[in-house]
């Protein structure tokens, strides 16, 4: 998996409370040392200065979600463009220029 889920945030910080080291935790989960780094600094609360897995996760799921709708939904103009592009065996970049040029809004 690409990023951190709730159980590796969970066993960073039980591992933090028993006094591991970064590349200890990191050897267990089989991540990189500055993967658990960033996670570390990233969600420790200034406050306690424990690290808050729960708080971790919610904000994790936060940043991953569109901050906009999609602008070529099924069924749009954009849409059956874009499927016409790959029809004609264009590349993404092909097709993106292609989409740029035909609707620059």
């Known amino acids: 998996a690409r990023y951190l889920g709730q159980e590796e945030r969970i066993l960073i910080a039980d591992r933090l409370r028993l006094g591991d080291g970064i590349r200890a935790i990191a050897r267990l989960l089989d991540r990189n040392p500055a993967t658990v780094s960033r996670e570390i600094r990233r969600n420790t609360n200034p406050l306690t200065g424990c690290h808050e897995p729960y708080h971790a996760q919610r904000s994790s799921a936060d940043r991953l979600k569109r901050p906009r ?14 499927l016409a592009g790959l029809g004609r ?11 740029r040029h035909d609707f620059p809004d």
């Open 69 to 82: 709708p999609r602008k070529a939904g099924p069924g749009t103009r954009l849409w059956r463009e874009i």
């Open 89 to 99: 065996h264009w590349s993404p970049e092909q097709i993106g220029n292609r989409l």
